[in-house]
């Protein structure tokens, strides 16, 4: 009979907590409330929210590169960076407004990275090993943008050019 009255609290506490667990899922449904229909809503809404969760990833990721390539008037265009010690080579000196892929080799033994900063831009790749690419792209407005190696003192010692966007 004791056996009886210990399984009862635990069968009360399990069921506490599926109860529990329940209402969570239910009150993240709460956005759906307006709908109050049977279980079949509650069920496709428990879908909802992880669907839900994992396109607000999504839509995240997608607004971060949205973010780093927004809307252009034209197509992005390329551009070929090439980094040695201690200077940095691009295939263009000629710029007009639009979104530009900046194609990063790193020709040098040592390791470098490129760092564009300008009008709405301040971003660059993470280092690049000797040998290695990388890709940055960046909106260009009209202005004067510095394209750099932010590796060190690799700036200071010629890894700097300046680019006019007309």
């Known amino acids: ?22 209402a969570a899922c239910g009150g993240g449904s709460s956005s759906s409330s307006s709908s109050p229909s049977s279980s079949s ?3 496709s809404s428990s879908s909802a929210p992880s669907s839900s969760s994992s396109s ?21 265009k ?3 960076a090439n980094e040695v010690e201690f200077k940095i080579q691009l295939s263009t000196m000629t710029f007009t407004p639009g979104t530009y892929t900046f194609d990063v ?7 470098h990275a490129l760092k564009i900063v300008g009008p709405g831009v ?3 790749t993470s280092d690049i090993a000797a040998g290695k690419s990388a890709t940055l792209t960046v ?3 009209s ?19 300046k680019i006019k966007v007309a």
């Open 1 to 22: 009979m004791s056996q009886s009255f210990t399984r009862f609290p635990m069968v009360a506490i399990a069921g506490a907590g599926l109860a529990l667990t329940l």
């Open 41 to 43: 809503s509650a069920s």
């Open 56 to 76: 607000a990833g999504s839509s995240s990721a997608a607004g971060s590169s949205s973010s780093s390539a927004p809307a252009a008037a034209g197509p992005t």
């Open 78 to 80: 390329t551009v070929t």
């Open 105 to 111: 080799k790193n020709g040098g033994s040592a390791t």
């Open 122 to 124: 301040d971003k660059s």
């Open 139 to 141: 909106t260009l407005k």
């Open 143 to 161: 202005g004067t943008y510095d394209v750099n190696c932010p590796v060190a003192n690799h700036k200071m010692l010629g890894m700097d050019v």
